[in-house]
């Protein structure tokens, strides 16, 4: 395995086994698995989300000790600092995810998975997603590419996409949460438009790095940033687009934990094919709300 700019070959495949233990634990605990809430009674949480977070943190801040480590399942009034110092804007920051699509998970339909990102000045350099149901990590980065294997094998490389290009005008597989299919159920009925549902972000990401979906957009300015650093990640380091309807980089603007904007990941075109398709019902939308 090679090394990146920010990683040593060392760091990464400790981290990719990390994950892979930490997916392979949400399978060992999910049957009789406890419930919880967290904001909200549809914010559930659960004791795998726990413990994942807890596996994943220690081993990060135990491997990367000036670095600053972020879980979704940390104390969400997060000052981000490291001892008595503020967390200034080139510190290395971790962004954990330790079951994205928790609902998924208690479902038990195999739609989640465990996510790990890199940011160094804020923008992502590196990315795990491990899909737990089908044994299967995606890791990768800009500048080092796009890799994926099955648990206990080789890494094999995924090909790069920058040269798989969207016409604007021509149709497109697009994934979206389910937030945003309720929201804007419009979408469904565009003729350019072959709707692909999948729970999990990480996921939505790997989907299309497998070929089997073209774009994920989300409009709905609700996601955080550890849902989006490690696949935002992977996807750059596979030539894929990621920025947004009005944006054409994903900005994490830390220490706001929230995009406060449309998000966008997709074969390259991806960016022009939303706004040539999605811009003006959305701002239409907005005047009317």
Same mark, same amino acid.
């Given at each position: 395995m090679a090394s990146s700019r920010h990683l040593s070959s060392q760091d990464i495949?400790?981290?990719?086994?990390?994950?892979?233990?930490a997916g392979e634990l949400a399978l060992a605990m999910r049957d009789g698995v406890d419930i919880s809430h967290?904001?909200? /009674? #549809?914010?559930?949480?659960?004791?795998?989300?726990?413990? +994942?977070?807890?596996?994943?943190?220690?081993?990060?801040?135990?491997? /990367?000790?000036?670095?600053?480590?972020?879980?979704?399942? #940390?104390?969400?009034d997060l000052h981000f600092s490291k001892g008595s110092e503020p967390l200034g804007?080139?510190?290395r920051i971790w962004m954990i995810d330790p079951i994205d699509g928790t609902q998924n998970y208690i479902l038990d339909d195999g739609q989640y998975c465990v996510m790990v990102g890199l940011l160094v000045d804020l923008q992502p350099v590196f990315g795990w997603v491990y899909?737990?149901?089908?044994?299967? +990590?995606?890791? =990768?980065?800009?500048?080092? =590419?796009? /890799?994926?294997?099955k648990l206990g094998a080789q890494s094999d490389a995924i090909a790069c996409?920058?040269?798989?290009?969207?016409?604007?005008?021509?149709?497109?597989?697009?994934?979206?949460?389910?937030r945003d299919r309720k929201k804007h159920s419009w979408? =469904? #009925?565009?003729?350019?438009? #072959?709707?692909?549902?999948? =729970?999990?972000?990480?996921?939505?990401v790997a989907r299309i790095l497998d070929g089997d979906a073209d774009i994920f957009?989300?409009?709905?300015?609700?996601?955080?940033?550890w849902d989006t650093a490690g696949p935002a990640a992977i996807a750059l380091g596979a030539g894929l687009e990621v920025g947004g309807l009005d944006c054409d980089r994903?900005? /994490?603007?830390?220490?706001?934990?929230?995009?406060?904007?449309?998000?966008?990941m997709g074969l390259p075109g991806s960016l022009a094919w939303c706004r040539n398709h999605l811009v003006a019902p959305v701002e239409t939308e907005r005047k009317e709300s």
């Open positions: 495949e400790s981290v990719s086994r990390l994950v892979e233990e967290k904001t909200s /009674f #549809d914010d559930k949480v659960t004791g795998a989300d726990t413990a +994942l977070s807890t596996l994943i943190t220690a081993h990060l801040k135990q491997r /990367f000790p000036n670095d600053c480590v972020v879980s979704e399942e #940390d104390d969400q804007t080139s510190t899909e737990p149901h089908t044994s299967t +990590l995606y890791f =990768g980065g800009p500048e080092y =590419g796009a /890799f994926k294997r996409l920058s040269n798989t290009k969207i016409n604007p005008l021509s149709k497109a597989r697009l994934l979206m949460g389910s979408i =469904g #009925d565009l003729a350019l438009v #072959d709707l692909v549902k999948i =729970g999990s972000i990480g996921l939505k957009a989300h409009l709905s300015c609700k996601l955080k940033t994903l900005l /994490f603007p830390l220490p706001q934990l929230l995009h406060d904007t449309s998000i966008i």
